[in-house]
């Protein structure tokens, strides 16, 4: 289960005065099943798990020690555990070795997972601080939303760093690795040590059009941390069914779809329609809207071509010219999926923060907008 799934299911059961722990691959060397950051939510005596950090008998053994965390006085613990050809009959045979942490949240920890929620929710990144003491077993937690110097000047921040033994400057570094790789890190200070988890924020990806490249478009990028809608006014193109990884299809004209979509910062839309027509009018509202990404289908001479003619009918030059298109990276594609990767490395491409269109207008496409019937 995705870590967003663990984190709405423990504001939920501290909601309801439940403690759960949860337990974070921290590290790992050699051959693992999965990457430090890789969860399990264990709620009261073990009765329901969610989440995973690798089966078998690495898996057995923490919801053991988390059952443990339940009717003793300790808040966290820190276990090393070797995944060798021992375990083969549980099938852990990959030799290398995992280290989690395992720790009890209790209902008074409620307002800092409902901040992390809120944050995610509204598709901004943020960072978990856990300052570990392994000789009280206690755990400190803050939720930092920047990498900047700034963002460690917080009172929260600062009391954290000093009761572990960490400074700023020996943090911060870590700090911007972590959200730049979305990586877990930590740092040791005399009195315990930080941990760093970053968090993704929600990344909504809206298809207008179901045809065969939004088709594999959506499934490509739900893989990815993408949460899709798919728009399309054809009925047979807009069956969830045909979509089953899409959180919502929405069966409407193209304008009248947008009444339905809400549409963030953190917003990527994709225009892939059945004709040039329809593209020209999902474009038309897109680049009005405060989407992060907005991506077109067609030739560099169907989009001058477009854009010329919206610019006629009255939309500004300068709010076409933040839309992708041609969409999609150049890697040659020519079939519908790998036309759908092209777009997947683009939307990649601004999540990572870059701002720049990827296919900007060329001279040659901006002549078109005199001659548009050439």
């Not at 590290?27 to 009261?44: D, I, M, N, Y």
């Not at 899409?246 to 225009?271: D, G, Q, Y």
């Not at 890697?331 to 999540?351: F, H, K, M, P």
């Amino acid at each position: 289960m995705a870590m967003t799934d663990i984190f709405a299911e423990i504001v939920a059961a501290l909601r309801n005065r439940e403690s759960v722990v949860l337990a974070t691959i921290v590290a790992s060397s050699g051959s693992t099943p999965l990457p430090p950051g890789s969860t399990l939510l264990v709620k009261q005596a073990g009765k329901a798990v969610l989440g995973t950090v690798g089966g078998g008998a690495v898996e057995a053994n923490v919801i053991r020690e988390s059952i443990d965390l339940f009717v003793g006085s300790s808040s966290s613990t820190i276990r090393q555990f070797e995944l060798s050809e021992g375990d083969s009959e549980q099938g852990m045979i990959c030799g290398g070795t995992v280290e989690v942490l395992i720790e009890r949240m209790r209902p008074e920890d409620l307002p800092l997972f409902s901040q992390l929620i809120g944050l995610r929710n509204e598709g901004a990144d943020c960072i978990l601080l856990r300052g570990v003491d392994p000789t009280t077993t206690s755990v400190g937690r803050v939720v930092v939303t920047g990498t900047t110097p700034d963002a460690l000047q917080q009172e929260e921040v600062k009391n954290l760093l000093e009761a572990r033994g960490v400074s700023a400057n020996m943090l911060l570094p870590l700090l911007q690795r972590s959200h730049r790789q979305e990586s877990v890190e930590r740092v040791s200070g005399p009195k315990g040590e930080i941990i760093i988890q970053p968090i993704v924020g929600s990344q909504p990806l809206i298809i207008f059009g179901g045809g065969h490249v939004g088709r594999s478009l959506s499934s490509l990028a739900s893989l990815s941390g993408f949460s899709i809608t798919v728009v399309d006014e054809r009925e047979e193109y807009a069956r969830s069914g045909r979509f089953p990884e899409a959180a919502k299809t929405i069966l409407k004209n193209w304008s009248a779809a947008f009444e339905e979509v809400e549409i963030t910062p953190s917003t990527s839309i994709v225009i892939v329609t059945s004709g040039h027509k329809s593209d020209a009018e999902v474009l038309r509202h897109a680049v009005t809207t405060r989407a992060r990404y907005v991506g077109m289908i067609g030739s560099r001479k169907k989009v001058a071509a477009t854009f010329a003619q919206l610019v006629k009918d009255g939309v500004p030059l300068s709010a076409l010219q933040r839309a992708h298109a041609p969409i999609g990276l150049d890697i040659g594609a020519v079939t519908a999926e790998e036309i759908a990767v092209s777009i997947l490395a683009e939307l990649i491409r601004a999540r990572r923060g870059f701002r720049d269109v990827s296919a900007p207008l060329s001279s040659q496409m901006i002549s078109w907008f005199d001659h548009p019937e050439a």
